[in-house]
């Protein structure tokens, strides 16, 4: 079973976010991630319908926001200013990686700490 990572990302609000995570087991060896897929979503509490962000590997409005580099076992994740900007509050989120058999893991998880933008 894995545990999932408690990491609080600190977002400024209005700024590119890109931050890059290596995925390696118990022991410190690579996950080979070749197949994987990967999905977050922020929202304002884990309870809230609605969804803040939603970032993935899939190619939605032609903007890959989460990028996985199996070779490296790196996973990327991306946000945009615009998307950075439509956070206005402190949240929470979570970070899903998918196998190629469709099985889950829970990547990390945590808090999300908005720096607000003075200049707009």
């Known amino acids: 079973m894995y545990t999932p990572n408690n990491v609080d990302l600190t977002i400024y609000q209005g700024g590119s976010f890109l ?15 070749t197949g994987w897929t990967a999905r977050m979503q922020i929202r304002s509490s884990k309870i809230s319908r609605n969804i803040v962000v939603e970032l993935t590997t899939e190619d939605i409005d032609n903007n ?15 946000m945009s200013p615009d998307q950075t900007s439509s956070i206005t509050k402190d949240g929470v989120y979570d970070l899903e990686l998918m196998d190629a058999n469709g ?14 933008e003075v200049t707009r």
Request: glycine share 4%; no cysteine; hydrophobic share 35%.
């Open 19 to 33: 931050k890059a995570y290596k995925f390696s087991d118990s022991e410190g060896n690579p996950v080979d991630l």
């Open 64 to 78: 890959l926001t989460i990028n996985i580099d199996s070779e490296s076992t790196t996973i990327n994740i991306y």
């Open 103 to 116: 099985d889950v893991l829970r990547f990390m998880q945590g808090d999300v700490i908005i720096s607000k």
